[in-house]
């Protein structure tokens, strides 16, 4: 059983919806991570939370939005996004940005916009 | 820049057998991590194994070990007596020392297990 639990597991939208994605850890981990993955590719960092604050934007657009309401959970939310969105999204958490502690990845959200 | 390449877009072995998964990084740092990262149909990441580029011992995890040749920059997984779970994406990873972000990552190996 993962230890990072994203919903929903599946998510088909269209271009006008919004949506959100959920990532939600407890293993008192002070930074998440969420990655874009395409098929057969390593994954992309999107964003990076410390310490509930966002630390990082890889210049991601901003039909991309997240947000981070506490230290055990991470929002994606979605608008107006295009077919090359469609992809694998991962969330990981770890100890803290600086600690020498891996990622521990959720299961992720296979969404596809139509 | 540091750059994590693996050789191999796929490998095949049969159950029980031994392999070894390649991958060679490009960095001018002295110390850093190494990870390689397991990715099974189940879509989950899941940590493998991990080297500190300090250490000079090899990592070791149950039936997964690593050669990691510093000088060279390789860092390869050997999987002994492998088994149908762990057919899977493979992807080696390597990280700046205190930074836990910067992540990069190898293009993947798929492993299949031949039954």
């Known amino acids: 059983d993962t230890e990072v639990t994203q919903t929903p597991k599946h998510l088909v939208m269209g271009m006008t919806n919004k949506k959100s994605l959920k990532c939600e850890q407890h293993?008192?981990?002070?930074?998440m991570y969420w990655y874009k993955q395409k098929a057969k590719k390593p994954p992309e960092l999107m964003f990076v939370y410390s310490y509930e604050k966002l630390s990082i934007n890889e210049s991601v657009p901003s039909r991309f939005s997240p947000e981070c309401p506490n230290s055990s959970l991470l929002n994606l939310h979605l608008h107006a996004l295009q077919p090359e969105d469609s992809a694998l999204y991962l969330c990981?958490?770890?100890?803290?940005?600086?600690?020498?502690?891996?990622?521990?990845f959720g299961n992720g959200t296979r969404l596809t916009v139509t | 820049a540091q750059t994590v390449t693996q050789s191999q877009p796929e490998m095949s072995v049969q159950e029980a057998e031994t392999v070894t998964l390649s991958c060679t990084y490009d960095?001018?740092?002295?110390?850093?991590?190494l990870f390689w990262y397991k990715q099974p149909p189940s879509r989950q990441m899941i940590l493998v194994i991990r080297?500190?580029?300090?250490k000079q011992q090899n990592a070791t995890e149950n039936r997964f070990s690593v050669n990691f040749q510093k000088a060279a920059k390789s860092f390869s997984l050997k999987i002994s007596d492998s088994q149908l779970g762990d057919a899977a994406m493979y992807f080696c990873a390597y990280r700046r020392w205190g930074s836990n972000y910067q992540l990069i990552w190898g293009a993947g190996t798929k492993l299949i297990i031949k039954p």
């Open positions: 080297q500190e580029a300090y």
């Open positions: 960095t001018s740092e002295s110390d850093y991590y």
């Open positions: 293993m008192g981990h002070r930074a």
């Open positions: 990981a958490s770890s100890r803290g940005t600086e600690h020498n502690s891996p990622l521990h």
